[in-house]
């Protein structure tokens, strides 16, 4: 299937030591890191596209634009909700929420830009 706008995925993690600020280095607290909520926006929109990548592409992040809402404790589980709403050319934009137990916790928006990535590889 081609990558068609309105394409979405569910991904849901349970926050572990190694997702919390303090072992990241971003915060002193052992809550939920904002840079781990990003790794887990942006792998959950790789999800939504990959079964419908054409063979010999991949894609790279080239923009997030996030905002963290609400802490999130150890141990909790974090449902991430990854939808494809704009196809252009090769920037793909995507809406994101992120959610634990009690809501809302964080919201993205997140432009994925298709490359080949032997050539991609090739020019570092
Ligand atoms: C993706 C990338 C190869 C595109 O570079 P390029 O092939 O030279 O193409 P361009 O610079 O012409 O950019 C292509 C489009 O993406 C846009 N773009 C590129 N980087 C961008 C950024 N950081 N933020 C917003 N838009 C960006 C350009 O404005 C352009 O838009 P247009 O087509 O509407 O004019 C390059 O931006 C890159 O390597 N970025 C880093 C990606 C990365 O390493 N991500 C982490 C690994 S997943």
């Known amino acids: 299937m081609a990558l068609v706008e309105g394409l979405s995925i569910t991904q849901t993690m349970t926050v572990t030591k190694k997702d919390t600020a303090i072992y990241h280095g971003s915060g002193k607290l052992e809550v ?40 999130t404790k150890l141990g909790a589980t974090v449902t991430c909700t990854a939808k494809l709403v704009k196809v252009d050319g090769k920037k793909l934009s995507f809406e994101i929420e992120a959610s634990d137990e009690g809501g809302n916790i964080g919201n993205a928006v997140h432009v994925r830009y298709i490359i080949d990535p032997v050539k991609f590889m090739s020019r570092l």
Request: aromatic share 4%; glycine share 4%; proline share 2%.
């Open 32 to 71: 939920y890191a904002t840079p781990a909520m990003v790794a887990f926006m942006e792998n959950t929109a790789v999800a939504c596209i990959d079964k419908d990548m054409a063979k010999g592409t991949d894609s790279v992040g080239i923009q997030i634009d996030t905002k963290h809402n609400k802490a």
